[in-house]
């Protein structure tokens, strides 16, 4: 996948830094050090070392409530081989010029710098993902390809190019330790940590939100699920989605009253307006891209909708925000 030597089989300790942005998740964080602890612990010894730096050295606000305590500002990654940044919401306020400039100049002391979640973002205004394959949470694959047409985007778990690497969220970070340390110490101890958290192997080529069979759901209602989530901005009658799963448009009804308790139609615009408020908390796109994104025909139409949905019209929830 890589040439990179942090991916050769090594007997040498790595140590990591991971630079956390205010407003990330303690969920992202845990996910990428709780693997590494796991397999010193079944090595015996620290063949991984990490290292938590912040923007101000001080500790970080997570989005749960906690701070995160650090070891220093990012200057302290310094003699780490690898520097992983990790951000979240609020990303304009966090993701600041001086940082920016300052993860540009120190980006070249590490063998790998990359990112987690919404930190594919910060690496590309830093200019340090140009030319490079990457990915991002899914939510901004679209918005991340159209700023930066420079980086091959793509819709996986995690990228690896040459010393960059993109993880597109909290799981896929704990796919990436897997490939790390399967790629260090071999498939039996990779296999060993992932069976300590009842996790499983998955390569970062996977699609991000691809799933499974769900033994809860009727396979013809799983199958209609996973078309009006591919079609958020283009929706499509209720009856041409019962014809694409094999069964008549009452049918379907049924069957998604009794597995969700609603209807088709209602679902899929329930998705589209989830969606919607999703860009307007997280993005400053228009209120007519919005609508666009979301299926909408027009922003009268969006708002209508979201009003009823949420109680509130989309300008006053974003004067909120």
């Known amino acids: 996948m890589t040439e990179?030597?942090?991916?050769?089989?090594?007997?040498?300790?790595?140590?990591?830094?991971?630079?956390?942005?205010?407003q990330a998740s303690i969920l992202e964080v845990a996910?990428?050090?709780?693997?590494?602890?796991?397999?010193?612990?079944h090595l015996g010894?620290?063949?991984?070392r990490w290292r938590v730096v912040t923007p101000d050295?001080?500790?970080?606000?997570?989005?749960c409530g906690l701070e995160l305590p650090s070891s220093g500002p990012l200057a302290h990654a310094a003699g780490a081989e690898a520097l992983i940044v990790i951000a979240g919401y609020r990303l304009n306020e966090v993701a600041t010029r001086p940082l920016i400039s300052e993860l540009r100049?120190?980006?070249p002391r590490f063998r790998l710098v990359g990112g987690i979640d919404a930190a594919p973002w910060v690496l590309a205004r830093a200019g340090l993902l140009d030319g490079y394959r990457a990915t991002v949470h899914w939510e901004d694959l679209e918005d991340l390809a159209a700023a930066h047409p420079e980086i091959d985007v793509v819709p996986d778990r995690f990228v690896i190019?040459?010393?960059?690497?993109?993880?597109?969220?909290?799981a896929p970070a704990a796919d990436f330790m897997l490939h790390l340390i399967r790629a260090r110490h071999g498939a039996a101890l990779?296999?060993?940590?992932?069976?300590?958290?009842?996790?499983?192997?998955?390569?970062?080529?996977?699609?991000?939100?691809g799933r499974g069979p769900d033994p809860d759901l009727d396979p013809r209602v799983a199958a209609a699920l996973a078309r009006m989530e591919a079609r958020i901005d283009a929706p499509e009658p209720a009856s041409a989605t019962a014809r694409a799963v094999g069964v008549s448009p009452r049918r379907l009804e049924g069957l998604?009253?009794?597995?969700?308790?609603?209807?088709?139609?209602?679902?899929?615009?329930?998705?589209?307006?989830q969606a919607a408020r999703r860009m307007l908390t997280d993005t400053r796109h228009p209120l007519a891209e919005v609508a666009l994104r979301t299926g909408f025909s027009s922003p009268s139409t969006l708002s209508r909708a979201f009003r009823a949905r949420f109680g509130q019209p989309p300008g006053a929830l974003r004067r909120q925000i």
Request: no cysteine.
């Open 31 to 41: 996910s990428a050090l709780d693997p590494l602890r796991n397999a010193n612990r």
């Open 45 to 48: 010894n620290e063949a991984y």
């Open 256 to 273: 998604f009253r009794a597995s969700l308790g609603t209807t088709p139609a209602a679902h899929a615009l329930d998705l589209r307006l």
């Open 105 to 107: 100049r120190i980006a």
């Open 161 to 170: 190019d040459r010393n960059r690497v993109t993880i597109s969220g909290a």
């Open 57 to 63: 050295g001080r500790p970080a606000p997570l989005t």
């Open 4 to 22: 990179n030597a942090i991916f050769l089989p090594s007997d040498q300790s790595l140590t990591i830094a991971l630079f956390v942005l205010p």
């Open 190 to 209: 990779a296999r060993q940590v992932a069976a300590s958290f009842l996790a499983t192997v998955r390569k970062g080529s996977e699609p991000q939100i």
